[in-house]
């Protein structure tokens, strides 16, 4: 497997990471949590940067150049979430995987 | 509704409508007529075109300004789509589906 | 097209219907409203309806025998569904997009 | 974690490896080799079970009892997609990943 594949590899293990944090991490803390935690911005924002992680591992799964534009439409969305998260605090887990995410995203998108 | 409203709507409608036609395109038409419709390339952007804007629709459904990241994505792929498709032939539906939808997302993601 | 076809094309009508009225009720209506809205249990649900009349829809677009089995477990959620929006109450819309999938979907699934 | 949070843990892991070995080998392995392998039935089947599992996986990290429903589908479509990998050959990750995620929803669905 050559360079660039395992960075491939690497950048769907972290979107598949990453939605499955925000999306249970939702589902569970932010609701029991309650308060700022079910804020409707930071809560919607929680589940669109589940989805978009979703979408980016599986166009990197099905193998096509069009990867390039969710990674980089990802790596923006999970910039944002983490600087929410952050914001809200409690929230360490999905802040280290949305940075990691955006991080492995970004290489991709280039 | 405001205008703003009104466009969205019609955005998450091209969204779901493009997604709709490329999917069931890909394991009906194409599947059945072989050859250069099941070539890789094409067949995984069809595949890929179909997931993009099954996510785009679901980030404008939530309500979350970041959906001008996956609609901005999304008008580069339809577009994308749409050209593989007039080179392939006999792919009018989709054609007309993904221009329609990369137009509505360009709007989206401005 | 034959009244098979015809009533599939109904359910999965009837499936991406529920899915946008499910997700964008919770996004929006649930969230804002607070108090029994995002109660735990209640949210998680209509979220997981929102996700399986996706999937659903996805598989009757895919045209494989595989739907009878996701309409069958769509047919049940969205009665669960349908039956805890009427317990919170001021769900109407989901409700009724609920029940009218519901038994689409147990259609299919025979 | 208690027994039961294991198993679903379990659960959820072999529904993403699923989702991402059928995907995957759709994408690439069957629609290199042609022939049976892109064989609308065959192909289908695969693609539905990418999806089915995904979802699966969804409704458990939600954290629903509605998951028992959705296992309980995907145990079904991953043992026709594991027979079908077996009679069209030389699809073994495809039969382990399937054969494996139907055990384990099995168990879920209980």
């Known amino acids: 497997m050559n360079p660039m594949k395992m960075d491939m590899q690497a950048c769907i293990d972290a979107c598949l990471d990453c939605y499955k944090t925000c999306l249970s991490s939702a589902s569970h803390h932010c609701l029991e949590a309650g308060g700022p935690h ?9 589940l669109a940067c589940a989805e978009m992680c979703r979408a980016s591992a599986h166009l990197m799964l099905l193998g096509t150049d069009a ?5 980089a439409a990802c790596a923006e969305i999970c ?22 995410c955006a991080d492995e995203c970004r290489k991709m998108a280039a």
């Open 38 to 46: 079910t804020e409707p911005a930071h809560f919607r924002l929680m």
């Open 67 to 71: 990867h390039r534009h969710s990674c």
């Open 79 to 100: 910039a944002a979430c983490a600087d929410d998260c952050e914001r809200v605090g409690d929230m360490d887990a999905c802040v280290a995987a949305c940075r990691h």
